[in-house]
Structures are given as structure tokens and as C-alpha cells.
């Protein structure tokens, strides 16, 4: 079955950096998008960022919230079957549970949770001094 698991948080002082990885595992897709999302305490789950994998010329394309870009960077090693979140220059309000997602099929990339079907169990982010 579908398994994916994040890896990679913890607690950083504000202006450090993270890298977060999501390992994918027990499916076999030609093509499929990669999200990150993330929900801090008493909040709303919030997109930040997804990635195309596929066989095609539409691989590696990305897609950011708007507040995220420019600090935070998602990338993939196909080889490896894993997603990247490079996050820096990390504030307080960045602290929160961060999940990936994935959603298969050659669709528009989309950061609205409900069309992602399957999810890890999400690795804590505290940014605090």
C-alpha cells in the first residue's frame, strides 16, 4: 500500500534552516504530485508546496503558496523515491506539523488538501530561540 513518511523536523532557532524528506514507497505511478502542507496549533491545514513526478517534460514542475516562496524550496531525487523541503531563514510562525501528500494522475498542481488521498504522518517544526 501507499506509504509515505516524512522525516527531517525539530526545533531550530529563528533565521536557521530545515531540510525536510518525504520517502515514498508501495506504488508505482508514471505520473503523480508530491505536496507539502502544514498545520500549527488551533490553524487550518496550509498548502505550501507541490511537485510533478513523472516520466514526461511536465518533471520536477513546481507549484508555492504565494508566502512561501522564495524561503522554502521542494525538490526530488526520483532515484530515491523521496521529496525534499528545503525551509529557510525559519520564523515562529513557521512552527507546525508538516505532512506530504500525494495525489496520482496528470492533473493542474493544486495545493487544496481534499484532492490529495494520501498522507504521512507529518514531522513537527519548532522554530523558537
Known amino acids: 500500500q501507499v506509504q509515505l513518511v516524512e522525516s527531517g523536523g525539530g526545533l531550530v532557532q529563528p533565521g536557521g534552516s530545515l531540510r525536510l524528506s518525504c520517502a515514498a514507497s508501495?506504488?508505482?505511478?508514471?505520473?503523480?504530485?508530491i505536496a507539502w502542507f502544514r498545520q500549527a496549533p488551533g490553524k487550518e491545514r496550509e498548502g505550501v508546496s507541490c511537485?510533478?513526478?513523472?516520466?514526461?517534460?511536465?518533471?520536477?514542475?513546481?507549484y508555492y503558496t504565494d508566502s512561501m516562496k522564495g524561503r522554502f524550496t521542494i525538490s526530488r531525487d526520483k532515484a530515491k523515491n523521496t521529496v525534499y523541503l528545503q525551509m529557510d531563514y525559519l520564523r515562529p510562525e513557521d512552527t507546525a506539523v508538516y505532512y506530504c501528500?500525494?495525489?496520482?494522475?496528470?492533473?493542474?498542481?493544486?495545493?487544496?488538501?481534499?484532492?490529495?488521498?494520501?498522507w504521512g504522518q507529518g514531522t513537527q517544526v519548532t522554530v523558537s530561540s
Open positions: 501528500a500525494m495525489r496520482p494522475g496528470s492533473r493542474d498542481l493544486t495545493l487544496r488538501s481534499s484532492e490529495y488521498g494520501y
Open positions: 508501495g506504488f508505482t505511478l508514471a505520473y503523480y504530485h
Open positions: 511537485i510533478v513526478i513523472s516520466d514526461g517534460i511536465s518533471d520536477g514542475r513546481t
